[in-house]
DNA sequence: CGCATTTTTGCCGATCCGGCAGAATCTTCG
DNA sequence: CGAAGATTCTGCCGGATCGGCAAAAATGCG
């Protein structure tokens, strides 16, 4: 049962959050204030300040919200389920923008951009991907039967799928003529599980 | 031939950084006002801001140094060892703490705990992970006949590799008995290199 | 020593940041 | 429905951050 308040609440940041990013993109994160951001999203400078500490939380919530659901995926995922094949899906299904038929919402690629290329952006961008790290680390440890707390495994797991999907990202923003982001990130997922062997030969 | 001057900007920057550090950890980063490093090490607090954008930066800098170095010291492995054991000696050789013969220092465990323990500065942090990783990656990329820009490969190493060194750390600073850093750094660089199966069976 | 270059510093306005308390809004319960 | 209770929004405010600017100090060089 969610009530009213919740619901707005959530509004209201999303809110926020996609005003910042609009601007971010439109004018670059040295001319936005919070103020700004404020105003466009209808609220007070205060209010803004009560939903995040600083003007790039804000850019990178939407990013958080979404990196957040690669572990719900996994979650989702039958259990039989070999957990690189669960892994790898789960990112698909959450992160396999640009798909040849469906073109990715311009907005969002331009946000994403943005928190790529803005230096200022990147502790917020950082501070997610721990974030999203730590709550899939937990869906591993559970579907492996291990202890985050005890040992590395999990962590370990999901720091290194997170960091295959950043250098998947970084790799796609860069690609020109542009790609398709699904097989980056297979790729990636498919060379860890493999133990990163060294590329043998030209693989252009 | 370094002058005069490079040394005593160097100079400065440690002696900053180390204050930084040590105020941190002694009271908090919530207890630490820019003002206070700038006089602990000596310089006016507008120096301070020459030097460093914010306390957190100031904190994670001697951290960001080190982790530099492991860029370098897998340049200097022999060009024929094979990429994941050089990998494996330059890490251990610059974050090798707390081997069982020689005990850490002090201070900069504790610095190390501060940086991991306190959210705000995990920015920080993890701004100086992603520094740490464009440089490794660009020597993977030349020991391995790799392009950064092109290749999805040598990122992908340098973030799974700063992924595990990550992780180790954390690891260790929350083992209790503590544990040498050394093997813990082997155990998931070797995970790495095997591709994270899962675990079998309970492996504690 | 005297000049060129680089670094340090004080000054200052814009902005950030968060505690506080009252107003506004939603929720619950009689 | 209406009042009490809980939560959120907002204005106010002072302390701290942040960075541009130009004068002063330190360093390097001939």
Redo the contacts with the bound molecule.
């Keep these: 049962?969610?009530?009213?308040?919740?619901?707005?609440?959530l509004e209201?940041r999303r809110a926020l959050s996609w005003a910042a990013i609009r601007l971010v993109v439109e004018r670059g994160i040295a001319g936005?204030?919070?103020?700004?951001v404020?105003e466009e999203a209808?609220?007070?400078?205060?209010?803004?300040?009560?939903?995040?500490?600083?003007?790039?939380?804000a850019v990178a919530d939407r990013h958080l919200e979404r990196s957040l659901q690669i572990a719900d995926e996994l979650r989702r995922r039958p259990a039989g389920e070999p957990l690189w094949e669960a892994l790898r899906r789960a990112v698909e299904t959450r992160f396999g923008l640009g798909a040849a038929d469906s073109a990715p919402d311009p907005v969002w690629v331009a946000g994403v951009r943005a928190m790529v290329t803005e230096p200022?952006l990147h502790g917020a961008m950082q501070k997610t991907a721990a974030t999203a790290a730590e709550t899939l680390a937990a869906a591993v440890a559970d579907r492996t039967g291990t202890d985050p707390e005890r040992d590395l495994y999990p962590k370990l797991v999901a720091a290194a799928v997170g960091a295959a999907v950043g250098a998947a990202t970084e790799h796609w923003l860069r690609a020109d003529p542009p790609v398709p982001m699904g097989p980056l990130l297979v790729e990636a997922l498919d060379r860890l599980s493999s133990g990163l062997p060294e590329p043998s030969e030209e693989d252009a």
Tied chains: 1, 2.
Excluded: H, I, P, Q
């Excluded at 049962?1 to 707005?8: A, D, S």
């Excluded at 936005?32 to 700004?36: G, K, L, Q, T």
């Excluded at 209808?42 to 300040?49: H, L, N």
């Design positions: 049962m969610v009530g009213l308040r919740e619901r707005k609440k209201t936005v204030r919070v103020e700004d404020a209808g609220v007070s400078e205060r209010t803004f300040r009560n939903y995040f500490a600083t003007l790039a939380d200022g």
